[in-house]
């Protein structure tokens, strides 16, 4: 892939697959600011703290250098890390909604043709009744799956 936007990374977990290929030294990845954007960021800072009616003055042509080395070894790299970052957090955030999307619409099918509720539990041989209808030893069909549709709702 060359030149792949921004956008087209956003809402998916394409950066995911691409960051561990990466890490695995199976691509490389190179994220670079478009020229005229960093042309723009050099230009705005020209204007805020250089004064137009010294510009062939020295210490303003050191200016000049110092705002391009600024943004060209300081703000690009960090600018590049903060993308990278931002990134990765969106698309983790994409495939946590995505599977917590599915595993809700996993958890919330009910039980296949129950028609009675004693089809609801699983009595075990020889079972003491206790209070309030129920009995000892009592298994709960699907227990795992509603203790975790009870952590996930919360």
């Not at 931002?86 to 698309?91: D, G, M, P, V």
Request: charged share 35%.
């Amino acid at each position: 892939m060359n030149k792949l936007a921004l956008k087209d990374l956003m809402c998916s977990d394409l950066y995911l697959d691409i960051a561990q290929c990466e890490k695995s030294n199976l691509v490389t990845v190179k994220i670079e600011v478009d020229p005229n954007k960093k042309q723009d960021i050099i230009d705005f800072l020209e204007e805020t703290y250089m004064d137009n009616r010294h510009v062939k003055e020295n210490w303003n042509i050191m200016r000049a250098e110092v705002i391009t080395l600024l943004v060209n070894k300081i703000l690009e790299p960090e600018i590049i890390k903060e993308v990278r970052d931002e990134i990765r957090e969106e698309a983790e955030s994409f495939v946590v909604n995505k599977c917590k999307h599915l595993y809700r619409e996993m958890l919330m099918t009910g039980p296949f043709h129950t028609t009675a509720v004693e089809s609801l539990t699983v009595r075990q041989p020889e079972q003491k009744r206790k209070g309030k209808g129920g009995f000892e030893g009592e298994i709960i069909k699907d227990r795992e799956r509603l203790c975790v549709m009870g952590a996930l709702m919360h």
